[in-house]
């Protein structure tokens, strides 16, 4: 068990695929100015970097035409143009950290947390045998 660490349960995606639809959802509140979204964030290993859905990206206050630094997102999101927004989230009760998020125009998509930078600020344990993760942040672990 890591140290200041929270648990949190997988949430079930497809009741369809019984206990394999299972996912890590992690429940974060992301704020940017005056902006401020609860969401749920698949953590997912394999995502290069943090995804964030455009509907979320628009509730937050941010406009597409603003941002102008692009980045090319691949996968089944290849298709979809991407732009890099940074964003302050709230984990837990732990200190809030600066999320940088590929903002696609993609609707159809989940808030992923990728390797860049949510890995990179939360160590994470999975528990999948047990529907459960845990969380540290990076400056806790020792």
């Known amino acids: 068990m890591m140290r200041n660490a929270q648990r949190y349960p997988f949430v079930s995606s497809d009741a369809a695929l019984g206990e394999a639809g299972f996912r890590p959802y992690l429940p974060l509140n992301l704020i940017y100015q005056q902006g401020s979204v609860t969401e749920s964030g698949l953590l997912d290993t394999g995502a290069s970097v943090n995804v964030l859905p455009y509907l979320v990206g628009v509730e937050l206050g941010y406009e597409w035409e603003r941002q102008t630094t692009t980045l090319s997102l691949t996968g089944n999101l290849a298709q979809h143009e991407a732009r890099v927004v940074l964003v302050q989230a709230f984990v837990g009760n732990f200190e809030p950290v600066q999320l940088v998020?590929?903002?696609?125009?993609?609707?159809n998509v989940?808030?992923?947390l990728g390797q860049v930078n949510f890995f990179m600020e939360f160590n994470v344990c999975f528990y999948r045998s047990q529907l459960q993760f845990e969380i540290s942040p990076k400056s806790l672990a020792s």
């Open 101 to 107: 998020f590929a903002w696609t125009q993609a609707t």
């Open 110 to 112: 989940p808030l992923i």
